[in-house]
């Protein structure tokens, strides 16, 4: 098959194109090497009888139309064209459906494997490629891959065999005439070659301009709060306008490059038919040929520049699917940076220590370090208070716990385990994450907070609504625990999702809590109620803490102080007040 390939796309014998085919062949083609040569089979039978109808001409029109001929002729000739169009019919539609099954199936492995690379992939990768982008390489990319896997092999079933047994039918009407008629191929297949090459090209921008288009429209789709509330729905109109153009003109350039063989194609065959028909004519009024022979031969023909066409456009679709293959398999090669171990440790404890050991770490493009030499110890069962002005590394500290991020020095520990040794899953088991953006998913109120323990039944789902009080403003939802939420849950007041976020954490009932900013967005009241669920949760728990406000943090058993990217001080709200540091002067300013 490879070889077959590289005969129809002579141009690009590049090696990274003939890598590209290989691995679509290994990877995706294969599994369906049983289907593909079962609708080889039907494209083979249904060229045959496209060259059979050609061949019949001849008898239609040397026998059935001839005076002389015997009646008999003409009910054989008839019979042979039903039976040639029924099995046209049936074939060409067994070939089609099956050609469908197997690119379809080939987009919907392509698609389970790049979800499942993004799923594995770790936050910078997302920090790096705006999901709009993710969701167009996912949907468009793979779409024109697969259209691309169904014309080529479509292209090189049907066309490719219709053409061989058309010529042949000329071959054996005239070989001379078929030699003539043919002597002008190569120029057209180099014509086509460069067409080919500079679609390629576009169709890689109109690619990445539909990408940069989706990615827009999510971004202004999901801040349209910020965008009425500013009037800039002219501004969003036109930049989004801008983009649409940009894709509509690329895509006129495509279709005017990849349809420049059209007009040029037409004239070829025109000329070679006016050929055809001055030469045969003299051929058969010299008798050197019969009318039936030559009909056949122009049937032939004609019935040729389909397939050819067919032919010639496949290098077009190939090079512009070779395209989205390329940047498909760019983000499935990705590097996954945060992973497993080869042999990882499972992290199994019920009191966890953590430990920062001289931790060092940046954010990829940034100059400055977020963290710099940060040591401390949260231990187990306790709860340490992080504090500081905002940028100081607060969020940054407690990222770096379920390893969203690994450290660049130093180390994390649980217990004495590096957490680099530890296995993603055992580790991530151990945490309750509340953090300072809150996701609520489009579902109902029990699966979101089911989303930290997907086999918690209902009872420990509401159980967890009133520990984190969030019962009774469920209760008195249109269908309680049933109501929908909304996109990024826009039913919801921001204290009611973080009361949410809470129920999540209460349910997942882990070892290690992990709170940014748990209480921000709270009323007084319902920050009494929720700052007392807290307390209940994180009774025997090791807990990390963010939060501004040092009313909340009082109580904390250890408090570290932490302003760009260093710990200034810890100990706790005593003897922090005592040292009169930076603690004591934000809690005087009455930042408390
Ligand atoms: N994904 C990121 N990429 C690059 N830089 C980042 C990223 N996230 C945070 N930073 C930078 O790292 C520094 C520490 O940020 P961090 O979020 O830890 O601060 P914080 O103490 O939690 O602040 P706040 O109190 O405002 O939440 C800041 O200078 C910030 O700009
Ligand atoms: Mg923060």
Redesign the pocket.
Known sequence: MPQETNIMDPINSKPETVQLVKRLIREYLRPYAGLLALAFLFMMIAAAMNASVALLIKPILDGVLNVESEGQMVWTVAGLVIVTFLFRGTTTYAHTVLMNKISQSIVADIQHHLFGKFMDMD??FF?DNPSGQLISRVINDVNVMRTAVSDAMTGLGKSFLTLLFLIGVMVYQDWQLSIAAFVIMPFAVAFVAWIGRRLRKVSGSIQDEMAGLSDMLSQIFQGIRQVKAYGMEDYEQKRAGKAIDKVCSLNMKSVRIGNLSTPVNEILVGIIMAGIIGYGGTQVSSGEMTGGELGSFLAAFVMAYEPMKRLAQLNNKLQTGLGAAERVFALMDRDITIFDVATPYTLNENKPNIVFNNVEFQ????D?K??NKISFIAESGKVLA?V????????????LIPRFYDTQSGTVEINGHNLKEVSLNSLRRHIALVS?DITIFDDTVSNNIRYSKPDATQEEIEEAARMAYAHDFISNMSDGYDTMLGEDGVRLSGGQKQRISIARAVLRDAPILLL??ATSALDNESEQAVQKALEELQHGRTTIV?A?RLSTVQNADKIVV?D??EIVEQGSHVELLKANGMYAKMYHAGLN
């Open positions: 936050l910078s920090h954010y990829e493009g940034t400055v977020a963290l992080l500081g002005p905002s940028g100081g590394g607060k969020s940054t500290v407690i990222n300072q940014d900013e963010i501004h932490l760009k990217g």
